[in-house]
């Protein structure tokens, strides 16, 4: 994955990093697609998030997982009216349900507000 995004993969020394660290960013480059659904392509079952709580609970995603819930998100945000530009306040605490939405809202071109759940009133106004 990282060749795809770095002229060079490998340094020999600090020198070298910073000489020849280049980044190759595609013209539409979507973190969502490019990224995050790439490894799905190429790795459906490999762990990409692991969620646990105080409460013991722990849920597992693969990267299968991550493509195929972020893509209902994002079509269940379009149906709400969500698009590209619109700006969306996230106040999701420790949910892995934030990462899902991140996601949705980078494929759907909207940007993405992460926020506190110690917002008050007057902040989020």
Not at 1 to 26: A, V
Not at 39 to 47: F, G, L, R
Request: charged share 25%.
């Amino acid at each position: 994955m990282t060749e795809r995004f770095l002229r060079q993969t490998t340094f020999t020394s600090q020198d070298d990093f910073i000489n020849n660290l280049r980044f190759i960013i595609p013209e539409n480059f979507n973190f969502a697609y490019d990224v995050m659904d790439a490894w799905a392509e190429e790795k459906p079952d490999k762990t990409a998030l692991i969620w646990t709580n105080d409460n013991d609970e722990c849920i597992r995603f693969s990267f299968k997982d991550i493509k195929e819930q972020s893509d209902r998100t994002a079509a269940y945000f379009t149906q709400l009216g969500i698009g590209r530009g619109d700006m969306v306040m996230l106040i999701l605490k420790r949910r892995y349900e934030f990462w899902l939405s991140m996601l949705a809202l980078h494929k759907i071109g909207a940007v993405a507000i992460p926020a506190t759940h110690m917002l008050t009133t007057h902040d989020i106004v």
